[in-house]
T-cell receptor
Framework: DTGVSQDPRHKITKRGQNVTFRCDPI?????LYWYRQTLGQGPEFLTYFQNEAQLEKSRLLSDRFSAERPKGSFSTLEIQRTEQGDSAMYLC?????????????FGPGTRLTVL | SQKIEQNSEALNIQEGKTATLTCNYTNYSPAYLQWYRQDPGRGPVFLLL?????KEKRKERLKVTFDTTLKQSLFHITASQPADSATYLC??????????FGAGTRLTVKP
């Protein structure tokens, strides 16, 4: 296992289109996080899963965003009816909560550009 | 409101000097705090974790302090090198190992 992977690495779409991103976490990790990051800002929490259960969703996340983690393995993040303000880097991270400390391992991110 | 603030967006220092980055927070009571490094176009990479009952933690040239009274963590890089140039992020455990990140400080170490 070489770490967290994300696909695609880059996505350019037109406003109003739907997009879906995939994240494959480190295999033994039970927690999976989605973040959004814009230039000059830190990662902004979107949602996280423990195994297949979505435990928290940011209040900043509109109903156009949905995430799934079927079977507690990979996860998908879908954005419907994209807007220009959705342009950002979308980061996925996973953690094992080994010893109770949540060291997160990040993927390379998916850069979304909405035209 | 809850805030995580990192000092100045950018910090420039000369090679060999000690870089000190600050993370202040309000209206949180984290059980622990983490520091990450992020290079352009890449995801953050974990560096250090410090628990609420620890005052200081060291790893090679890195040192982190955590003052829960001041609600502040300091991150030091001693004998800095140009390769240390990156953005450094602090992250707080806000509850149940749910993490929140600061905006980061961009460090540039000049030769």
């Amino acid at each position: 296992d070489t770490g967290v992977s994300q696909d695609p690495r880059h996505k350019i779409t037109k406003r109003g289109q739907n997009v879906t991103f995939r994240c494959d976490p480190i295999s033994e990790h039970n927690r999976l996080y989605w973040y959004r990051q814009t230039l000059g800002q830190g990662p902004e929490f979107l949602t996280y899963f423990q195994n297949e259960a979505q435990l928290e969703k940011s209040r900043l996340l509109s109903d156009r965003f949905s995430a799934e983690r079927p079977k507690g393995s990979f996860s998908t993040l879908e954005i419907q009816r994209t807007e220009q303000g959705d342009s950002a880097m979308y980061l996925c991270a996973s953690s094992a909560l080994a010893g109770g400390w949540n060291e997160q391992f990040f993927g390379p991110g998916t850069r979304l550009t909405v035209l | 409101s809850q805030k995580i603030e990192q000092n100045s967006e950018a910090l420039n220092i000369q090679e060999g000097k000690t870089a000190t980055l600050t993370c202040n927070y309000t209206n949180y009571s984290p059980a622990y705090l983490q520091w990450y490094r992020q290079d352009p176009g890449r995801g953050p990479v974990f560096l250090l974790l410090i628990r609420e009952n620890e005052k200081e933690k060291r790893k090679e040239r890195l040192k982190v302090t955590f003052d829960t009274t001041l609600k502040q963590s300091l991150f030091h890089i001693t004998a800095s090198q140009p390769a240390d140039s990156a953005t450094y992020l602090c992250a707080l455990d806000i509850r149940n190992n749910d993490m929140r990140f600061g905006a980061g400080t961009r460090l540039t170490v000049k030769p």
